[in-house]
């Protein structure tokens, strides 16, 4: 594993030219941290397919599908040579890293992505903006134990713990790891990939 933290000197080295040697990425990271808006820019800047994982696993109605059509549908989604793909779903990890070249995780301050999730929330809400498979965020939902607000409190160490682990063992080792601390830092590594985006709001 070759890891490319924002704070060493090998991430900003990465020469653009090399650009081309990103072509399969899996973005990870707490719910809220920009995962889907860094994989959306990513994939435009590469000109390469962007898979949503949450696409693949939420049927109508909030209903969860099943692992074994979940890992078929990831499956035929990464047949390609090139792809961005976002999420953090563990039932289909060993899938996306054995055919990944690069992780790019998100590792925000647990302030940023509080603000970011409640904002992102406010407006999917206010909006009535539909998701995967038509499925719409309510209010009523912030008051339940499946609230993405508790749902990120009790991850966020957790992950922060996790994928230095996961991230070291062998079968990984071939991943490039690119750990981003800030939505500045999200912006410098888009900038390694083509024109920079903004990733700072």
Not at 159 to 171: A, C, D, V
């Amino acid at each position: 594993m070759l890891t490319l933290d924002s704070r060493s000197s090998g991430f900003k080295q990465i020469p653009r030219n090399q650009q081309l040697l990103h072509r399969r990425i899996s973005v990870v990271g707490t719910i809220g941290s920009g995962k889907t808006t860094l994989a959306r820019k990513s994939a435009q800047l590469l000109d390469v397919p962007h898979i949503e994982l949450d696409a693949l696993h939420w049927e109508p109605n909030w209903v969860e599908t099943p692992n074994y059509l979940f890992r078929e549908r990831v499956k035929q989604s990464l047949q390609g040579d090139s792809w961005i793909v976002d999420g953090n779903y563990h039932q289909v990890r060993d899938i996306v890293w054995s055919r990944a070249d690069t992780v790019v995780w998100l590792d925000y301050p647990f302030r940023t992505i509080i603000a970011r999730l409640a904002r992102r929330t406010l407006r999917r809400i206010l909006t009535h903006e539909k998701l995967w498979n038509g499925n719409q965020e309510h209010i009523r939902g912030l008051f339940t134990r499946d609230s993405v607000f508790l749902w990120a409190v009790r991850t966020y160490r957790r992950r922060r713990r996790q994928y230095p682990t996961l991230l070291g063992k062998p079968e990984n080792s071939h991943l490039v790891v690119v750990r981003l601390r800030s939505p500045i830092e999200a912006t410098r590594f888009l900038s390694t990939l083509g024109q920079p985006g903004d990733l700072t709001d």
